[in-house]
């Protein structure tokens, strides 16, 4: 990579810019070095952390500009393997780093001359360190999944970079699959409907990632190798693309909604975990819509909701009738669960219930299994052009 290593010619260079900052009396030894990052993990919040390497001769101070928005707290600098203890840094106008940077990008971000004393020799050399963190570019997970039939579907992950704040020239790029910022802890919390959980997930074992990249304690690393991109550019990079094995489950949650969802569980077959994003699910060449996927390991389900059964009508219905007890009055609740299938083949449909705490002497037309969180489940197949119906009542206080 092309390192922009400027010695006091850019003293002059720099001196009309750097609001009013006498740069151009600079002594003729003094280094000036536009950071631009060698290395830098995105993550799906709007940070990206930066590393660049570079070699400099040496000399007395030395001054680095660091590009419009840098956090300067987060700034870790080392020379020659050892932290730099005493540094200081001064803001400057973001026109000043490249001409590349505008206001069309850039409005009110700060540019940093970044200013330290160096014991190196000026007839040696040294490595220089320049470890920060900076908003403006973020990766999102995407991804596009055909279905196949019942059993399989066709799915393509792809990262979407939305760069406002970096210039990449052939820069190692990392896609981390976490939220971070600069005053809470991580997030990873993928988001899984009731629906979907209660399908339930396979129970073969998962296979986890090898050590190295891709295993960061909470967070996965993919590696993109390298990337050149200016701010405003928008970079889509194929992670993993395959033909996965499925199980179609319909479901109605009869306490939630009066309609069914289609779920896919989607396995996930590759060498890469899948990270939480949107789905765009298409069918028959046609565009379905979309849904969200959570953080699903190698060799685990994730879970797509692809829709609703257009053929099939369900209904829920409860019903409450005060009793005058000898000891305690109370109420006498019965609830109706009506499943109509006008489709040509018959329906396997998952039924989902909710109980309450409260409640006693349960009596079924169809025995359910209960789960938890008070879940009643029943499995059920429907015959074509039939209708099913479930009963169950119980007492509760008065």
């Not at 570019?137 to 596009?144: G, I, L, N, Q, S």
């Not at 699903?296 to 829920?316: L, Q, Y």
């Amino acid at each position: 990579m092309f390192k922009r290593c400027i010695l006091a010619v850019l003293v002059v260079l720099l001196s009309g810019a750097l609001h009013g900052m006498d740069l151009a009396r600079a002594s003729g030894g003094e280094i000036y070095y536009e950071s631009r990052p060698d290395e830098v993990a995105l993550y799906l919040s709007n940070i990206a952390f930066v590393r660049d390497t570079v070699m400099l001769p040496g000399g007395n101070e030395t001054r680095v500009l660091l590009p419009p928005g840098t956090y300067p707290n987060t700034l870790m600098l080392t020379e020659n393997g050892a932290r730099v203890r005493n540094y200081r840094i001064t803001p400057q106008s973001p026109d000043v780093y490249s001409d590349v940077y505008s206001s069309t990008y850039v409005s009110s971000a700060s540019a940093y001359i970044l200013a330290w004393d160096s014991d190196v020799a000026a007839d040696a050399t040294r490595e220089v360190k320049l470890e920060y963190l900076l908003p403006g570019a973020v990766w999102t997970p995407t991804y596009d999944m055909t279905i196949i039939d019942d059993q399989s579907v066709d799915m393509s992950f792809f990262a979407e970079i939305q760069n406002s704040a970096l210039i990449l020239d052939e820069t190692t790029v990392y896609l981390v699959a976490g939220r971070v910022n600069l005053e809470e802890q991580v997030d990873q919390v993928s988001q899984v409907t009731m629906n979907q959980y209660a399908v339930g997930y396979s129970n073969e074992s998962v296979t986890l990632p090898s050590a190295g990249v891709g295993t960061v304690d909470l967070q996965h690393v993919y590696s993109l190798g390298t990337v050149s991109a200016e701010p405003g550019d928008i970079v889509y990079s194929n992670i993993a693309g395959a033909t996965f094995a499925a199980r179609k489950q319909i479901v109605w949650n009869a306490a939630m909604q009066q309609e069914t969802d289609v779920i896919y569980k989607v396995r996930n077959d590759t060498d890469v975990p899948l990270a939480e994003g949107i789905v765009r699910v298409y069918q028959n060449n046609l565009f379905m819509g979309s849904d969200f996927i959570e953080t699903t390991p190698i060799g685990s389900e994730g879970s797509v909701t692809v829709g609703s059964m257009p053929d099939v009508r369900v209904h829920r219905t409860q019903s409450q009738e005060y009793k005058g007890g000898t000891t305690k009055d109370y109420y006498f609740n019965t609830v109706t669960l009506e499943m109509s299938n006008f489709g040509t083949e018959d329906l396997s449909l998952l039924v989902l219930d909710t109980w309450l705490d409260n409640a006693w002497d349960f009596e079924y037309s169809l025995e359910p299994q209960r789960g938890q969180d008070n879940q009643l489940r029943w499995e059920v197949t429907i015959p074509a052009g039939e209708t099913l119906t479930i009963t169950y009542q119980f007492l509760t206080d008065y």
